[in-house]
């Protein structure tokens, strides 16, 4: 009987002893599952919590955005600023908003908004700039172009400054013109809401410089004629300070292939000189 006893609480030990083995190790499992499942979960966690971004309510404007002589429909918030619009046409024009220009009556700032540049319904926007891909293409080293171009540079650099050139002086020795707009050095500017006069071609006789974003033109107006260009027609602008009165420019609309298409402006405010360059070109340069 004692025997019976004794084997008794020997198995009824085991048996507690395996339960309490199990218990443990699904215990551990248990540890184990939770240690292994907590990045997940945490992911899980971070979603749910997660808010949905708020709508803009702000209010809407429609206009046209012209990009590479395409008209694009946008409604933006009228009172969204200049650097938020680049960042909601990055993706539709596939241009980096870091790499945009904003023409809007000129060169628009970033922190300017819609409302205060007077953009409204129907109103043109015009967008400078180039792809990413069309920007590495043309920085790569080898290129022909890329040659000629620092051949051109090299050349222009060790010449006598344009002001100094005799061919020049005889139009700057004729004094700055009465009308001339007010010239600004050190200083860079967006372009002027009304049509750039008071400057001299190399006949001497008056120009007046009109840019019709909506139509990618530059009119060049004298007391003859005006000139309708297409901007995407114009290879070059140089532009070099008057060595006497650096507040003003001598700039050169290269119309064609070579030098001999130049068309020279005399007494350009310094402070558009920037600007015009980029309008007309409509890209970014090197």
Not at 89 to 115: E, H, W, Y
Not at 181 to 197: F, R, V
Not at 229 to 254: F, G
Request: hydrophobic share 35%.
């Amino acid at each position: 009987m004692a025997d019976n006893n004794d084997n008794r609480c020997n198995a009824d030990s085991q048996s507690e002893l395996l339960l309490n083995s199990n218990a443990a190790a699904q215990t551990t499992n248990d540890d184990n599952n939770k240690k292994e499942d907590s990045p997940l979960r945490n992911i899980l966690d971070n979603l749910l919590e997660a808010k949905t971004p708020e709508p803009d309510t702000r209010e809407k404007v429609d206009f046209k955005v012209i990009f590479n002589k395409k008209k694009i429909d946008v409604s933006f918030a009228l009172d969204g600023t200049v650097l938020e619009l680049k960042s909601h046409l990055q993706n539709i024009i596939s241009v980096p908003s870091t790499m945009q220009k904003i023409m809007i009556k000129g060169l628009a700032k970033d922190a300017q908004t819609l409302r205060e540049l007077g953009v409204t319904k129907s109103a043109k926007v015009m967008v400078v700039g180039s792809k990413l891909d069309d920007v590495l293409q043309v920085s790569l080293p080898g290129k022909s172009g890329d040659a000629q171009g620092a051949k051109g540079e090299s050349s222009e650099s060790k010449a006598e400054p344009l002001s100094k050139q005799k061919l020049h002086r005889k139009i700057l020795d004729k004094g700055k013109p009465e009308d001339a707009m007010p010239g600004l050095k050190g200083k860079q500017m967006s372009l002027p809401l009304e049509p750039m006069k008071g400057m001299l071609n190399k006949s001497g006789g008056k120009v007046r410089l009109t840019f019709k974003m909506e139509a990618d033109q530059l009119w060049i107006g004298t007391k003859e004629r005006t000139d309708k260009i297409p901007m995407n027609s114009i290879k070059d602008v140089i532009s070099e300070p008057i060595h006497d009165h650096t507040e003003y420019h001598i700039m050169a609309i290269q119309l064609g292939p070579t030098e001999a298409s130049r068309y020279w402006l005399y007494w350009v405010p310094a402070q558009y000189s920037q600007a015009i360059r980029d309008v007309i070109l409509g890209k970014w340069y090197f």
